[in-house]
């Protein structure tokens, strides 16, 4: 069976500090990877995915993930965190052949200025 | 439409209750997902549509919980005699394909059970 473990539940930031988010993932064949976020007040959007190829996927508003297979990890990171940032981010994970995305149970990440 | 609609966004029932979501996807899109999302929890996966057909029910938590959807269309959660702990936002999302497409979210229906 699928499952996402993320093991920061509050991480808290202050401007312009780096940001790494770990994500842990337990299943036995191909996956496709998902972070996604969901600002204060709003939907969930997703933040950037892996489906193959380079194991370091850029996304939006300056963030990267990369995928380590051998560590079944897809860490995120932000070099410099913005206030704007502040949210709570899920990992998700996609066997191959299944049907549906797994979540982790997400982090919420608070940057103060 | 341009987004995943999710009606109403806000809902306060009694305990006892019966209450009908609904979901209306991106055209086009084949496959709908329901979420449930408990205050300081993660995502609970509910039930996947492929079509009108439902392929995997395996997260609906009870029998008072079934789910319907009309052909690749609006899709309704229906929640019979709701109990207090059945209060959680409920996520709708759709996709073009099956899961590795990823997801568009709507903005939830936030249950409140009194």
């Known amino acids: 069976a699928q499952s996402v473990s993320q093991h920061n539940h509050h991480v808290i930031l202050s401007e312009a500090a780096s940001l790494e988010l770990g994500c842990n993932y337990s299943y036995g064949g191909t996956v496709n990877l998902f972070w996604y976020v969901q600002y204060p007040g709003q939907h969930l959007q997703l933040l950037l995915k892996y489906f193959s190829g380079d194991p370091l996927v850029k996304g939006i508003k300056g963030f990267e993930a990369e995928f380590i297979k051998s560590k079944f990890s897809f860490n995120l990171r932000k070099p410099s965190v913005q206030w704007s940032d502040t949210a709570e981010y899920f990992c998700a994970v996609n066997g191959e052949g299944t049907d549906k995305l797994i979540f982790g149970t997400g982090t919420r990440l608070q940057v103060f200025p | 439409g341009a987004g995943v609609s999710q009606s109403p966004s806000n809902k306060v029932t009694e305990k006892g209750k019966d209450v009908e979501l609904r979901c209306d996807p991106i055209s086009g899109h084949t496959a709908l997902y329901w979420y449930r999302q408990r205050l300081g929890q993660g995502l609970e996966f509910l039930i996947y549509?492929?079509?009108?057909?439902?392929?995997?029910k395996s997260g609906l938590p009870s029998d008072r919980f079934s789910a319907e959807r009309t052909g690749e269309s609006v899709s309704t959660l229906t929640i019979q005699r709701t109990q207090q702990e059945d209060s959680a936002v409920y996520l709708c999302?759709?996709?073009?394909?099956?899961?590795?497409?990823?997801?568009?979210f709507g903005s939830g229906t936030r249950l409140t059970v009194v």
């Open positions: 549509f492929q079509g009108n057909s439902a392929p995997d």
């Open positions: 999302a759709s996709s073009q394909g099956q899961g590795g497409y990823g997801y568009t």
